[in-house]
């Protein structure tokens, strides 16, 4: 039997001939299985570069003369697949929102490709203004057109759609990031308490493109994002003017304050909150007013230390939390016992408008100061209250010997188109004293402009951009060398 069995085996093995054959169709296989992998992709990709610097341009929009349309994102690119527009000469129109190409002779403005499958197409655009746009860096699908060609798939989804208003402050070594009413996959106002992430200093190579932001958002035992202000009322929750202060005993608190929202925007209540760092949330600690509770019925007339905290030393050496929105409006000295104490807050009159370069006068909404070590000089970033180009969309520099004024003639450094860009923030833990930039974070927003075609994917998100302090186009911002 065993003989038998062998004998089988015997007659089962293949000639030299078949195993040669058998190995040469492996190797075709596993060739053509490499080549496959390997081959191009079967769209066409327009990638958007600025013509100054050779840097892929995010959020520019390519539609055709039909109305489709697709949008660069982080990486610059835009992927065509609509199969009636390969091989023949299409015709796309580019918005850019401070990014242009020329138009031709009756005003139009875009470029006329080819699409054809598996190659890569160019399109160099010109800055309008100093600022460039880096990316998105909340959001969903901030790298969706790459992706679609196989590239970054290893970039995971955080789950958020669209997020307001940025604040950050560093706690603890680390970037402590939190925005106001967040939309989420499963409801348009799935966090409305704050949404909140943490990350390293620098959570990103700042000179290497495309923007992939490194943020541990903060998440429930199911991992799930959950809101961060611990603070009971049945509508929204903003907080402001996070900073990290030690008292007399020396123990660092992070503190903030709130702002209670009741429909449609109104204030219900302000007060001061702190941070729990077991429970990982702020909770309120005291009540600076109460509609229908207060003396003040005008919550405007309320001194709150809210905006965007800064820390200011004086000549004397005094060192100073400067509670600015964009310059400063409460000034209190750097402990937590000053703070919490409104007693001891000093309240400056509200900057409402500032000469621009041409001597125009520009209206100011909200924005940022920090202190440029490079240009020994305080700077401020502010959005233009009914711009020209967006009613709220338009972004203008300044800078002063002190955080208090007098700021140079006002210079624009990044418009949108109908859209808006509010609430400014400058990240002053990014700037270096050997090095002009500057980077600024805004909301992008349909609200408040004239009914624009809301932005796939950016609506409602935080786009960042960066702006050399020394540009010949900030004639009037000169640096003190």
Same mark, same amino acid.
């Given at each position: 039997? +065993?003989?038998?069995?062998?004998?089988?085996?015997?007659?089962?093995?293949?000639?030299? /001939?078949?195993?040669?054959?058998?190995?040469?169709?492996?190797?075709?296989?596993?060739?053509?299985?490499?080549?496959?992998? &390997?081959?191009?992709?079967? &769209?066409?990709?327009?990638?958007?570069?600025?013509?100054?610097?050779?840097?892929?341009?995010?959020?520019?929009?390519?539609?055709?003369?039909?109305?489709?349309?697709?949008?660069?994102?982080?990486?610059?690119?835009?992927?065509?697949?609509?199969?009636?527009?390969?091989?023949?000469?299409?015709?796309?129109?580019?918005?850019?929102?401070?990014?242009?190409?020329?138009?031709?002779?009756?005003?139009?403005?875009?470029?006329?490709?080819?699409? $054809?499958?598996?190659?890569?197409?160019?399109?160099?655009?010109?800055?309008?203004?100093?600022?460039?746009?880096?990316?998105?860096?909340?959001?969903?699908?901030?790298?969706?057109?790459?992706?679609?060609?196989?590239?970054?798939?290893?970039?995971?989804?955080?789950?958020?759609?669209?997020?307001?208003?940025?604040?950050?402050?560093?706690?603890?070594? *680390?970037?402590?990031?939190?925005?106001?009413?967040?939309?989420?996959?499963?409801?348009?106002?799935?966090?409305?308490?704050?949404?909140?992430?943490?990350?390293? +200093?620098?959570?990103?190579?700042?000179?290497?493109?495309?923007?992939?932001?490194?943020?541990?958002?903060?998440?429930?035992? =199911?991992?799930?994002?959950?809101?961060?202000?611990?603070?009971?009322?049945?509508?929204?929750?903003?907080?402001?003017?996070?900073?990290?202060?030690? #008292?007399?005993?020396?123990?660092?608190?992070?503190?903030?304050?709130?702002?209670?929202?009741?429909?449609?925007?109104?204030?219900?209540? /302000?007060?001061?909150?702190?941070?729990?760092?077991?429970?990982?949330?702020?909770?309120?600690?005291?009540?600076?007013?109460?509609?229908?509770?207060?003396?003040? =019925?005008?919550?405007?007339?309320? &001194?709150?230390?809210?905006?965007? &905290?800064?820390?200011?030393? #004086?000549?004397?050496?005094?060192?100073?939390?400067?509670?600015?929105?964009? $310059?400063?409006?409460?000034?209190?000295?750097? =402990?937590?016992?000053?703070?919490?104490?409104?007693?001891?807050?000093?309240?400056?009159?509200?900057?409402?408008?500032?000469?621009?370069?041409?001597?125009?006068?520009?209206?100011?909404?909200?924005?940022?100061? @920090?202190?440029?070590?490079?240009?020994?000089?305080?700077?401020?970033?502010?959005?233009? +209250?009914?711009?020209?180009?967006?009613?709220?969309?338009?972004?203008?520099?300044?800078?002063?010997?002190?955080?208090?004024?007098?700021?140079?003639?006002?210079?624009?450094?990044? =418009?949108?188109?109908?859209?808006?860009?509010?609430?400014?923030?400058?990240?002053?833990?990014?700037?270096?004293?050997?090095?002009?930039?500057?980077?600024?974070?805004?909301?992008?927003?349909?609200?408040? @402009?004239?009914?624009?075609?809301?932005?796939?994917?950016?609506?409602?998100?935080?786009?960042?951009?960066?702006?050399?302090?020394?540009?010949?186009?900030?004639?009037?911002?000169?640096? *003190?060398?």
């Amino acid at each position: 039997m +065993l003989s038998l069995f062998r004998n089988k085996i015997f007659d089962m093995r293949p000639s030299c /001939f078949v195993i040669s054959r058998f190995l040469s169709l492996v190797s075709t296989l596993v060739l053509a299985t490499n080549i496959a992998f &390997a081959s191009p992709h079967d &769209a066409f990709v327009i990638e958007a570069i600025d013509e100054e610097n050779g840097r892929p341009v995010p959020l520019i929009e390519f539609r055709t003369t039909s109305g489709m349309k697709w949008i660069t994102d982080n990486a610059g690119k835009a992927v065509i697949d609509a199969p009636e527009l390969f091989d023949r000469e299409i015709w796309f129109s580019v918005v850019g929102h401070g990014y242009d190409v020329p138009r031709d002779g009756f005003g139009f403005q875009g470029v006329r490709l080819t699409p $054809t499958r598996g190659t890569t197409h160019p399109v160099r655009l010109k800055r309008a203004l100093a600022a460039e746009r880096i990316g998105r860096l909340t959001g969903s699908g901030l790298l969706a057109e790459s992706q679609k060609i196989g590239e970054y798939t290893d970039w995971n989804e955080s789950g958020v759609v669209g997020c307001d208003s940025v604040q950050t402050t560093i706690w603890k070594g *680390k970037l402590f990031w939190f925005w106001g009413d967040t939309n989420l996959f499963r409801y348009p106002l799935g966090i409305f308490r704050m949404l909140g992430a943490e990350s390293e +200093l620098h959570p990103f190579d700042l000179e290497k493109m495309p923007l992939q932001p490194q943020l541990e958002f903060f998440r429930d035992p =199911t991992n799930t994002l959950r809101p961060i202000a611990d603070i009971e009322h049945p509508g929204p929750v903003w907080l402001g003017g996070l900073i990290g202060l030690k #008292d007399r005993n020396g123990i660092e608190h992070l503190v903030a304050s709130y702002a209670k929202i009741r429909a449609p925007m109104d204030i219900e209540e /302000f007060g001061l909150c702190e941070w729990n760092e077991v429970d990982r949330v702020f909770r309120a600690v005291k009540t600076l007013w109460k509609r229908g509770a207060s003396e003040t =019925t005008d919550p405007e007339q309320v &001194a709150v230390p809210d905006g965007h &905290a800064v820390r200011y030393r #004086d000549a004397s050496g005094q060192d100073w939390i400067l509670f600015s929105n964009p $310059t400063p409006r409460i000034q209190i000295r750097d =402990t937590y016992e000053d703070w919490f104490d409104p007693v001891k807050w000093q309240v400056h009159p509200k900057l409402d408008a500032i000469r621009s370069r041409d001597g125009s006068t520009i209206q100011i909404h909200r924005g940022d100061i @920090a202190w440029s070590g490079y240009a020994k000089k305080w700077v401020m970033v502010f959005t233009q +209250l009914f711009g020209k180009a967006s009613p709220l969309g338009e972004i203008w520099m300044s800078t002063a010997d002190s955080p208090f004024g007098e700021w140079t003639p006002a210079v624009p450094i990044v =418009t949108h188109s109908n859209y808006t860009f509010y609430n400014p923030i400058i990240h002053s833990e990014w700037l270096r004293d050997d090095q002009p930039w500057v980077y600024l974070e805004g909301t992008y927003t349909a609200e408040f @402009a004239n009914k624009p075609e809301r932005t796939p994917r950016y609506d409602y998100n935080q786009i960042l951009y960066r702006v050399r302090i020394d540009d010949p186009q900030l004639s009037t911002i000169e640096p *003190k060398r």
